[in-house]
């Protein structure tokens, strides 16, 4: 393997240690990820587009500012290239959502976290893929393509930010950006074995980001690494004005917690297992990896109890009123007037408004994005609003009060990720419910806005990665870092590295030709 391929499966915190010590360049830093995703990409699609001109002019600017000692101010990620969910809004760059009614849209301004990457000198390679407007969870709802799994290609990496767990689990970039609505940068962590993190809901400013449900969505990173990911939280965490939701409060020290977490010392530190969040329906092997874990953690000194928090099996139910209604309002704007896609009627069709935007959304939305927005608008119609969406927020409230009831028996709660690995292309994709099941563990932390992150626990039965969940108190995401860096540590020891080292990466040999698919 060449000493380029041996570059890009870094940690991003290695690379950036290289990067200041003037081992290597961003602009080899990047060259040697634009090499990879070239080799990679027939295999794993995980990229709507690769921005690699301005990734190597931003590369050249951040290595004339270290060159010049400009480094000031700067965080420990500096010169470290990302990858960003196309969800997220990048000035100069085609931003679609994978959708076709946004296909071509090249916004004006950046996203308040894009402007925090671009002031760290951060290099953007591109934009990764995902289920459209993030509906979904095996990115197989994209308008453009499926995205494949690392570990296996004739498997979803789940979603709906399968295209940024891919490519960071590919080693096609060290770190990317996401989106989590319901479990989207987390599920997608738990199958491809990367580690997705949902920060506490306005902790990240989401302005620039997409709106999906906007009470419910939240930006956050995705890492092979829990210090990485807790480095890329605090560089793009924080208050910002221009986000109504936004938490006029200081990012907490996440990385200092990853860092005392990696001394795998957890004595005093009380672990709560979810009671409702396992058994039937949860695949064998994933249960194994997750009590394995929950073994480690003691071990290291931490105390397990069992929690109930007995509402957790009604949010599923809850998520899919709130979040439908939700997306029935913001994507009302896509009309075809502004922005966007526009279809005028057939021709015998009156050319009214009305009528090309009716055109405009049946040609630009696809068959997930319409079935939400049908069930948003049912549950927020006349005589039905107080019976489906009216209890489903009272619902909500319950599961925040059960969260609130286990923090005060634990101070951190735990879980498997997803019930299940990484299932085939097409196997779910008849059955809405039984793709919606993917997010059953997840979701309860986007209907509370509690933090939330996914670790890898190791590979299955199966041979495929299985996640391990961590929730912690809102606004206070250190308190999961710590114990998620101890776990990482622990298992790293036992597996003898990480778990990549298991993947098989063809792609990592050389410029791949074909595909496998």
Known sequence: MSARNELVKESATEMARQLRAKEVSSRELVQAQLDLIEAAEPRIDAFLRVSGDQALD?????????????????????????????????????????????????????????????????????????????????????????????????????????????????????????????????????????????????????????????????????????????LLQELIGGYDHRDSTSIPKPVPPLASAAREGMRRDLKGLKVGLVKELGGEGYQPGVEARFNEGVKLLEGMGAEVVEVSCPHFPYALAAYYIIMPSEVSSNLARYDGMRYGLRVMPQAGVEQTAANMMSATREAGFG???????????????????????????????????????????????????????????????????????????????????????????????????????????????????KPAAALEAALQEQWGGPVFKDLKAPWLDGHVSGTTK
């Open 58 to 230: 931003q590369a050249d600017a951040f290595d004339k500012r270290l060159a010049a000692g400009d480094t000031d101010g700067l965080p420990e990620l500096a010169g470290v290239p990302i990858a960003i969910k196309d969800m997220i809004v990048t000035k100069g760059i085609p931003t679609t959502a994978a959708s076709k009614i946004l296909e071509g849209w090249v916004p004006p301004y950046d996203a308040t976290v894009i402007e925090k990457i671009k002031a760290a000198g951060m290099p953007i390679l591109g934009k990764t893929n995902l289920d459209e407007f993030a509906q979904g969870s095996s990115t197989e709802h994209s308008a453009y393509k499926p995205t494949h799994n690392p570990w296996d290609t004739d498997r979803v990496p789940g979603g709906s930010g399968g295209g940024s767990a891919s490519a960071v689990a590919a080693f096609e970039a060290p770190l990317a950006l996401g989106t989590d609505t319901g479990g989207s940068i987390r599920q997608p962590g738990a199958l491809t074995g990367t580690v997705g993190v949902k920060p506490t809901y306005g902790g990240v400013s989401r302005f620039g980001a997409i709106a999906m449900a906007s009470s419910l969505d939240q930006i956050g990173p995705v890492s092979r690494s829990v210090l990485d990911a807790a």
């Open 367 to 481: 068959d997930e994005v319409k079935r939400r927005i049908i069930l948003g608008i049912y549950a927020l119609s006349a005589g039905y609003y107080d019976a489906w969406y009216g209890s489903a927020q009272k619902v909500r409230t319950l599961i925040i009060r059960d969260f609130e009831q286990a923090f005060e028996q634990a101070d951190v709660l735990v879980s498997p990720t997803s019930p299940t690995t990484a299932f085939r292309f097409g196997d779910k994709m008849d059955d809405p419910l039984a793709m919606y099941l993917n997010d059953v563990a997840t979701i309860p932390a986007n209907m509370a806005g509690t933090p939330a992150m996914s670790i890898p626990a190791g590979l299955s039965d199966d041979g495929l990665p299985v996640g391990f969940q961590f929730f912690a108190p809102q606004m206070r995401d250190e308190v999961m870092y």
